[in-house]
């Protein structure tokens, strides 16, 4: 029987701390501070908003080398995967051009670039 109660007990505190944890970020998105939060770290120093496509493609270009350059096929998964990948990116900052407003705009200004440092 006191098993069952302190069971219960754990639960209704678990509970409570999850919906604690949901109010506190309710009240930050109603003050904005969850964007301004969202916006301080950026994955990659800062170098591009989606660096992290940098490897993916560099990955799927050196496993294709090995096939040399005789003929187009091998090289076809870089080529989609590139174009998905930039045309993603896009969509992306449209996304949360539109979700975060003003704070995606400071982001923008702090981090120029969508994928490629200097380039893009």
């Not at 501070?33 to 493609?57: A, N």
């Not at 799927?60 to 080529?79: D, E, K």
Request: charged share 30%; with cysteine.
């Amino acid at each position: 029987m006191e098993v069952e109660r302190v069971e219960d007990s754990f639960d209704s505190i678990e509970e409570k701390r999850i919906e604690d944890s949901f109010d506190s970020i309710d009240d930050d998105a109603e003050s904005g501070l969850q964007d301004d939060k969202i916006m301080e770290e950026t994955p990659g120093g800062g170098l591009s908003r989606h660096f992290h496509y940098v490897p993916e493609i560099l990955a799927a270009f050196f496993w294709t080398v090995p096939a040399l350059f005789n003929h187009f096929l091998p090289y076809f998964y870089v080529i989609f995967l590139t174009i998905l990948l930039f045309d993603r990116a896009k969509r992306d900052d449209d996304r949360c051009r539109s979700k975060h407003g003003k704070y995606w705009k400071l982001y923008c200004d702090k981090v120029a670039y969508r994928i490629i440092p200097g380039i893009y």
